[in-house]
């Protein structure tokens, strides 16, 4: 099991750090909630099809209709929210930053898991990543950072939507063993673009947008959305939430490098800093370092 969770979360974090450049693009031209939007009913287009013809028709909308309120749910906290978050957060800082203060969420993972799950008790390690990985998401927003107090509201909406992530992930695994990877997948994405989708229309833009914004909602939707999440959801089924959260270890280096060499971002001190201290907190925070020594838990 351990030879799969490697080249899945090394694809995953190739795919899911692209996401933030294709942000940063759309954004020029679209308001946050019709960006979204698009991504999830192209996800939802993909995915359905994909659904239908495999299991057959009735059998699908029969699973889809199973899967209504927990999906309905996941399409809310793990995609409307934390998408619209993370677009709005991308209009004041640049990819790179948000994927940096994306890092955070395996900490909320942690710190969610103590209430839904009492035996999970942190101290010694894990006590001290916890309080790192905050520390580096204060640095990254910082008390004056370039672009002002915008770009801390702009990072601490990032923040906000990896705390939805990881309520997210942590429902996922609660119920994905009662639903399939693809059922599951294929209902957050429906759901999510219903909730989007008025939103959306309300704030189109008054001119056709060009061909890139395009391409970075089809990308999204694509490979973000549609592949990503069927990935992401088999990491939580093969080895639970907390596990399948550390592919965020793996963004804020793809997104830094993507934005340095197709958007001229600058890696500045501040940004490595933070990311270091998020990255070195999610690993102590998460107790990865413990799964040298012992199994890890799997949720079945």
Do not use: C
Not at 81 to 102: K, R, Y
Not at 157 to 166: G, N, Q
Not at 178 to 200: K, R, W, Y
């Amino acid at each position: 099991m351990g030879r799969r969770y490697v080249p899945l979360l090394l694809v995953l974090g190739a795919i899911w750090g692209a996401s933030f450049m294709f942000i940063e693009v759309a954004d020029r031209e679209l308001e946050p909630t019709t960006l979204m939007a698009g991504r999830l009913l192209v996800a939802a287009a993909v995915l359905l099809p994909a659904l239908l013809f495999t299991v057959g028709v009735r059998p699908a909308l029969r699973e889809l209709r199973r899967a209504g309120r927990t999906g309905f749910v996941a399409g809310i906290v793990s995609a409307a929210l934390p998408f619209t978050l993370i677009a709005w957060g991308q209009t004041h800082v640049d990819s790179g930053t948000a994927a940096i203060a994306n890092a955070s969420m395996p900490i909320f993972v942690v710190l969610l898991a103590l209430r839904v799950r009492r035996s999970e008790r942190v101290s010694g390690l894990r006590l001290l990543g916890i309080v790192l990985g905050l520390l580096g998401v204060a640095i990254l927003a910082g008390a004056n950072p370039p672009g002002g107090w915008s770009a801390v509201a702009g990072t601490l909406a990032v923040v906000v939507a990896s705390f939805s992530y990881a309520v997210g992930a942590l429902y996922a695994q609660h119920h994905i063993g009662n639903v399939s990877v693809v059922v599951f997948s294929t209902a957050q994405s429906i759901a999510g673009a219903l909730v989007l989708v008025p939103f959306g229309l309300a704030q189109l833009p008054a001119h056709p947008p060009g061909w890139k914004p395009i391409g970075s909602v089809l990308a999204l939707g694509i490979a973000g959305t549609a592949v990503g999440t069927l990935l992401y959801y088999r990491l939580v089924a093969l080895h639970g939430s907390t596990r399948a959260s550390l592919v965020v270890y793996l963004l804020p280096p793809f997104a830094l490098v993507y934005g340095a060499v197709l958007l001229a971002e600058s890696a500045s001190a501040q940004k490595l800093v933070g990311m270091a201290l998020i990255l070195a907190g999610v690993a102590l925070g998460s107790g990865v370092f413990g799964w040298a020594r012992r199994p890890a838990a799997v949720a079945r």
